[in-house]
């Protein structure tokens, strides 16, 4: 499975981006997809997440009623919309599968990742 993140860019404070996430490969097999992001110096952290079949959402709460995770299983690609960036929200944003259920916070929990798509949010 491969994973292809996009759609980061610079963007005033205030401002909305939206990042896309497209799997493609043999064999699709998700149960959830999740954004996950990485500041300079700091931990990767869990953002959002989506279950493939039902659609079931949960998000960190810095990011809750700002962000949308959303996907579209014709076009195999999940979505993080992104409003009312603040510049803490600068990072590297990573698009991530897992083939099972449980634990949904922790990158290790994670099968597949993107490579990352560098977002910048200018005060």
């Known amino acids: 499975v491969q994973l292809q993140a996009s759609g980061g860019g610079l963007v005033q404070a205030g401002g909305s981006l939206r990042l896309s996430c497209a799997a493609s490969?043999?064999?699709?097999?998700?149960?959830?997809m999740g954004w996950f992001r990485q500041a300079p110096g700091k931990e990767r952290e869990f953002v959002a997440t989506?279950?493939?079949?039902?659609?079931?959402?949960t998000y960190a709460d810095s990011v809750k009623g700002r962000f949308t995770i959303s996907r579209d299983r014709t076009k195999n690609t999940v979505y993080l919309q992104m409003n009312s960036l603040k510049p803490d929200d600068t990072a590297v944003y990573y698009c991530?599968?897992?083939?099972?259920?449980?634990?949904?916070?922790?990158?290790?929990?994670?099968?597949?990742w993107g490579q990352g798509t560098l977002v910048t949010v200018s005060s």
């Open positions: 490969g043999p064999t699709f097999n998700s149960y959830a």
């Open positions: 989506i279950t493939w079949l039902i659609g079931i959402t």
């Open positions: 991530a599968s897992r083939i099972s259920g449980g634990t949904y916070y922790t990158p290790d929990r994670y099968n597949y």
